[in-house]
């Protein structure tokens, strides 16, 4: 196998396009993951509730510090809309928001001195539903907010330094570009990356970052195109 394949592979295993592949075809636990359902219960009373007497766990991912996990795995049904389910494509929705393990590699720590653990990512949905095709691109392509440690991890150590970056801006056109990164920003509407130049660039709309695809992009064949066609 040749190294670039080698490097496909390795992005393409436990990314969300790997991910949402394996939710259309009902083999989440086949191929190693594992989603749980996730809820603050400080946001309403439904949500302590639906808490109430369940097995739980907190959040390890710092943006969901106040969220509880439960314990019990979601299935493949849990989050597709049965009746609209074909070959071709899927609906996935869902309350509040989901957490993903994937057990057949191991993330970054999420703490200097602490060991390796599985990764874990946390997925919301911006909309009441997502089209998911088989080949695990959906639609609207705006509409998951996926929050993965690991790729935080990269930005915040590439603060200061010229990188390759490549994006899509809020005309959903395609950049490139090389300038250096001021810092991390989080609001209410989510979380950012501001080059030095000023421009702030949503974290799900970054494609790469030196060569190394983010989430829903591993698998980009547009963005492979437009590069290899430069």
Same mark, same amino acid.
């Given at each position: ?14 990314? &969300? ?5 394996? &939710?259309?075809?009902?083999? =989440? ?18 949500? +302590?509730? +639906? ?11 710092? @943006? ?32 509040? +928001? ?18 390796? @653990? ?12 997502? @089209? ?39 005309? @959903? ?5 090389? +300038? ?12 950012? =990356? ?29 963005? =492979? ?6």
């Amino acid at each position: 196998m040749t190294r670039w394949k080698r490097n496909r592979n390795r992005s393409y295993y436990g990314s &969300l396009t790997h991910f949402l592949r394996s &939710l259309h075809s009902d083999k =989440l636990a086949s191929e190693g993951f594992i989603v749980q359902r996730m809820a603050n219960p400080a946001h309403s009373p439904m949500n +302590a509730l +639906a808490l109430a007497g369940k097995k739980l766990s907190r959040s390890e991912v710092d @943006r969901y510090r106040s969220y509880q996990v439960l314990e019990e795995p979601l299935r493949s049904d849990d989050l597709l809309v049965k009746r609209l389910h074909t070959a071709e494509q899927s609906i996935m929705t869902f309350p509040g +928001a989901i957490q993903v393990t994937y057990t057949k590699e191991m993330g970054l720590p999420s703490r200097p001195g602490m060991s390796q @653990r599985p990764q874990k990512s946390v997925i919301e949905l911006l909309s009441q539903m997502v @089209r998911i095709q088989a080949n695990g691109q959906y639609f609207p392509s705006l509409d998951l907010l996926i929050s993965a440690p690991a790729y935080v991890e990269l930005l915040t150590k590439a603060v200061g330094h010229k990188n390759k970056l490549e994006y899509f801006n809020e005309y @959903r056109e395609y950049k490139a570009t090389g +300038a250096p990164f001021k810092g991390l920003l989080k609001n209410e509407t989510g979380e950012f =990356l501001e080059l030095a130049t000023g421009v702030q660039i949503p974290l799900s709309q970054i494609i790469s970052l030196n060569n190394v695809f983010f989430p829903g992009y591993e698998d980009y064949e547009e963005v =492979l195109g437009m590069r290899c066609s430069r």
